[in-house]
């Protein structure tokens, strides 16, 4: 039906759609020309970096000088777009080209076109991308002129793995509802799992320290998803991570993290109780007021993140865990 709209009108759809659309749109022969015409006026930067990243997937297996190449030309490219802006917008330029870039790469990760252990060559190339940034002053003082001074709590730096915890969760998430649920289809499972594997692979490669100033927020990230697989009992993904992490697998000392959460979680709560108890500024009273209102009319239900279950490690979850871990020190590498 698109091929017989006129030339103005089709531009005039195009307007309408997003980049991942576009980009559809964009493989059908017919509609090359055109869209990519509106990629190259309305999303310039996204058209450079896909291109850029199948110029580095038909390298793959890559080599060290091909992806310094491709790392040099993406960093270049975000610096280019960030060098135009006036000084006080360059911190949120870059790091909103940074984002865009990190999702696209992510999305070519979990694309089931792939080509075999890419996701390897795109998780070195993340690591190239971040060792380039971290090394070079003048790239760090255009994204943050200050970075001197900035804690190491909040490091700046691409690809770090807080970037992609979301996806992490999604797919524990999805690996709940699966062992919740007898009917989901062996085949949509089996996809789901090599999808799952692929991630875990690139995921736990962007946990290798490239410089101490991120350190202590690679542990924290990596302890925090540590527990969120426990929790689903997503084991495979986790041995998974921990395998191309180089992380040792403790099962007890990772449930007890759990555990501690817990105990920390509630803990504050209880503290957070008696302080607002004590001295409530007059925000917190109103708030009191409001919620003695709400629950005499209705009953309150907690948040998940309260829920004892949100903590909870079945021991089928711990077994599965001690017994692959066992399997993959004997030399089975299954998911490799």
């Not at 491709?70 to 330029?93: F, G, M, S, T, W």
């Not at 200050?146 to 190491?152: A, C, E, G, H, P």
């Not at 799992?193 to 990596?222: I, P």
Request: proline share 6%.
């Amino acid at each position: 039906m698109l091929q017989r709209l006129p030339i103005e009108l089709f531009c005039t759809v195009l307007r309408y759609l997003p980049y991942d659309d576009l980009e559809e749109l964009h493989k059908i022969p017919l509609f090359e020309p055109v869209v990519r015409h509106h990629l190259l006026r309305h999303y310039r930067f996204h058209y450079q970096v896909s291109s850029l990243l199948r110029i580095f997937e038909s390298m793959l297996p890559s080599d060290e000088d091909q992806r310094g190449d491709i790392a040099d030309q993406l960093l270049e490219l975000i610096c280019h777009v960030v060098e135009k802006c006036p000084n006080y917008e360059h911190r949120n330029k870059f790091t909103d080209l940074l984002t865009i870039l990190e999702n696209i790469v992510v999305k070519r990760v979990l694309a089931i076109d792939l080509k075999p252990s890419g996701e390897n060559d795109y998780a070195i190339l993340c690591l190239d991308i971040r060792y380039k940034y971290l090394h070079q002053p003048s790239i760090r003082a255009l994204h943050d002129p200050k970075y001197r001074r900035r804690s190491t709590k909040y490091p700046l730096a691409p690809f770090l793995p807080r970037e992609y915890t979301w996806v992490w969760r999604r797919q524990c998430a999805g690996v709940t509802r699966f062992l919740n649920s007898k009917r989901t289809p062996l085949s949509l499972n089996d996809k789901d799992r090599r999808q799952r594997l692929r991630f875990a692979r690139f995921f736990g490669q962007l946990f290798k320290v490239t410089s101490l100033y991120l350190e202590s927020n690679l542990d924290g990230t990596f302890e925090e998803c540590v527990r969120e697989a426990l929790v689903a009992g997503d084991v495979e993904s986790l041995l998974a991570m921990c395998a191309t992490a180089e992380r040792p697998v403790d099962v007890m000392h990772m449930c007890m993290s759990v555990n501690l959460q817990l105990e920390q979680l509630w803990s504050y709560i209880e503290s957070l109780d008696d302080w607002i108890a004590t001295d409530p500024t007059p925000e917190q009273r109103a708030r009191i007021a409001q919620n003695e209102q709400q629950q005499q009319r209705q009953e309150d239900f907690p948040p998940e993140w309260v829920l004892p279950d949100r903590y909870k490690i079945t021991d089928d979850t711990k077994l599965r865990l001690t017994l692959m871990d066992n399997l993959y020190k004997q030399g089975w590498r299954w998911f490799d």
